[in-house]
């Protein structure tokens, strides 16, 4: 069964009319599978087109999000650096200053407890300020087999405290830690400073 074809005019000016031949199922089917073929063609053209497209946003929407992760890292980060270091600081004046006493008569006993168990038999003194004589001369009496003479020193602090033997001395000086603490925190917050303006 042939199938009947409608021949419409054409008003376009720069073409010429064809002639009125019929065209053949072959040629219909031929002129049907091109169609198809350049349909199918122009969509998978466009389907990759947007593809390219959707996966240029995905892209960019996930660099703005690793740029927002990252910057919100660093301010965290910041954050948390400035916060340990308050602490510290806050630490450092208020906390440490009533450790000092205990660590120094702590270290002081070690100190002499060494000296006793290497059997020195020189001069010993222990040199401190009058305001923890009292306490240091507890720690003498406690130490079996020591032999030492406790000074005031008026120039040290209740944090210093100097032990001499013989002609060498040995200085422990809890003040000069608690400083270079102090000025590592300060150095650290004028470099953090200068760093991000």
């Known amino acids: 069964m042939t199938m009947a074809f409608l021949k419409l005019e054409s008003f376009d000016s720069d073409r010429v009319l064809e002639e009125t031949t019929p065209i053949t199922p072959h040629d219909a089917e031929t002129l049907r599978a091109r ?9 998978w053209t466009d389907a990759l087109d947007q593809m390219r ?6 892209r960019g ?8 992760v990252a910057f919100g890292y ?15 600081a806050t630490m450092i004046a208020t906390v440490l200053p009533d450790l000092t006493s ?34 240091l001369s507890q720690i003498l009496a406690e130490i079996p087999g020591l032999d030492a003479t406790l000074l005031e020193e008026e120039s040290f602090s ?40």
Do not use: W
Not at 35 to 43: C, D, R, T, V
Not at 53 to 58: F, I, P, T, V, W
Not at 61 to 68: P, S
Not at 108 to 116: C, F, K, M, T, Y
């Open 74 to 88: 660093a301010e965290a980060r910041a954050e948390l650096e400035s916060s340990f270091m308050d602490l510290a």
């Open 102 to 135: 205990e660590a120094l008569r702590r270290l002081l006993e070690r100190e002499l407890r060494e000296l006793v168990q290497r059997q020195f038999t020189g001069r010993l003194d222990v040199l401190c300020a009058p305001s923890v004589k009292d306490s």
């Open 53 to 58: 497209n959707e996966d240029a946003l995905r």
């Open 35 to 43: 169609a198809f073929e350049e349909g199918y063609g122009a969509g």
């Open 158 to 197: 209740d944090a210093q405290v100097m032990i001499r033997v013989d002609q060498s001395t040995r200085l422990i000086d809890l003040d000069s830690v608690t400083a270079a603490l102090k000025s590592g925190i300060a150095t650290s917050d004028d470099q953090k400073d200068s760093s991000h303006g």
């Open 61 to 68: 929407a996930a660099q703005e999000a690793l740029q927002a």
